[in-house]
């Protein structure tokens, strides 16, 4: 069973409830997630017979609180999405994405019909929700986006393509950002629509087992009942990142410690030059930089559980620690790759699958270059991308 890494004995502040989680996840992980990954990943196919499992364990939606939700505290959330990640990063996506980025914003900035309706589905997996934001030619710029809405009757039709939207062919609702008179909104739309295609997007060498779809929507009528209401402007959809951005920052030290785990194992049965590769000097500096690295990354994320349900974490505290530990992770993730040899080049073992799975959410959810200047900008009072202000 994997035990995680726990240098700085963080174990010891776990409260009853964080553990129970931790504990759950990662026995789900090891259980029915670790047998079926890796076909997974090289069919390139969602697993989507998890769902019902992840659900009735209480993951979707955990950090939410109402509606029956169960509002679990940001430490407790945080652990859940580092063991899912330790499994895979897909299925850290799929709940970060039904969670922070679908039930999160029917929660904030819907209808009361609206969340009595979606958020019962969606907690219980009997619903899949997705997403969409980028577009093909507007990923780190949305502000920039062409998808439109117009009014029309007692509704809206939607025009317009999204890109890269993760659980996109699987989702009973696309949660679709939209310009209305200008302004972003943010419209539900539902599986089967008039108009509206999801297509998967084939050939990925990262997060193969997760499902990655382009949105095509031409002329598709929108009821007025499926708008947000309270949603108006890019500070929302952003908003919602900023929460899923949370939950990478510690998804990421998951698919670190994975590798870490792996490697250090593994030098230690491998032999060399007549003697176990872990004996050797350099790979003994190897590991412990890498300990040092997710050391350093978890203080990080606990600090910003502790920030978080203090409320007063900032979004760019939340892009230093993303920013950071995804690309630790993937630093990581490619020295136990090169550790491993040839071995390393295969999915015999995993390190190549966190590595390739994090070049992905190295750019998603805002890319490393996005965050540096995210910080420049809070540093500096000087913004070097105009296009933020909305
Ligand atoms: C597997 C996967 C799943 C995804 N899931 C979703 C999803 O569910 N929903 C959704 O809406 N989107 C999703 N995305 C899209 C993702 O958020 C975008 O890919 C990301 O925002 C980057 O946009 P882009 O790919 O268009 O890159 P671009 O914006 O074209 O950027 C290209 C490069 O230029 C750099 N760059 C951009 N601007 C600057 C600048 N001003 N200065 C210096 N460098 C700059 C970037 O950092 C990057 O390195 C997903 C992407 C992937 C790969």
């Known amino acids: 069973m994997f035990k995680g890494i726990d240098y700085y004995d963080i174990e010891s502040g776990l409260s009853p409830q964080a553990r129970q989680v931790r504990d759950t996840v990662r026995a789900f992980v090891e259980q029915e997630v670790m047998p079926v990954i890796r076909d997974h990943y090289r069919a390139g196919t969602f697993p989507l017979s998890l769902v019902p499992r992840m659900a009735e364990l209480g993951m979707l939606g955990a950090g939410l609180s109402g509606h029956g939700l169960p509002g679990i505290d940001s430490f407790a959330y945080g652990l859940m999405m580092q063991e899912l990640e330790r499994g895979d990063s897909g299925l850290r996506s799929f709940v970060s994405v039904q969670g922070a980025l679908v039930m999160h914003p029917i929660l904030t900035f819907g209808s009361a019909a609206q969340k009595e309706r979606w958020l019962p589905l969606l907690a219980s997996g009997r619903a899949i929700g997705c997403f969409a934001l980028t577009e093909p030619d507007h990923g780190s710029d949305p502000a920039g986006m062409t998808c439109r809405a117009v009014q029309q009757g007692n509704g809206y039709l939607l025009n317009g393509t999204k890109m890269w939207i993760t659980n996109g062919t699987i989702a009973d609702v696309a949660l679709v950002w939209a310009k209305l008179d200008g302004v972003i909104r943010g419209f539900l739309l539902e599986r089967g629509a008039p108009g509206f295609s999801a297509d998967e997007i084939t050939g990925k060498l990262s997060h193969r087992a997760s499902d990655t779809a382009t949105l095509v929507l031409h002329d598709v009528p929108v009821p007025e009942a499926n708008l947000l209401p309270g949603a108006h402007g890019l500070k929302c959809p952003l908003s919602c990142l900023n929460q899923a951005r949370y939950g990478i920052a510690w998804g990421a030290l998951g698919a670190a410690m994975a590798c870490f785990e ?48 203090a409320g007063r974490l900032r979004p760019e505290q939340v892009s230093l620690a993303k920013r950071n530990n995804v690309r630790m992770a993937l630093e990581v993730a490619r020295t136990a790759r090169g550790m491993l040899g040839a071995n390393g080049i295969t999915d015999w073992y995993q390190s190549m699958r966190h590595m390739c799975n994090l070049e992905t959410v190295d750019t998603y959810e805002g890319t490393y270059e996005i965050h540096t200047l995210a910080l420049g900008r809070d540093l500096t009072g000087l913004d070097a991308i105009s296009e933020w202000k909305d």
């Open 262 to 309: 792996e490697v250090r194992s593994y030098t230690g049965k491998r032999q060399v030059f007549g003697r176990p590769l872990a004996a050797f000097q350099l790979t003994q500096a190897k590991l412990a930089d890498m300990l040092t690295e997710i050391t350093k990354g978890q203080l990080l994320a606990l600090q910003l559980a502790r920030l978080r349900d």
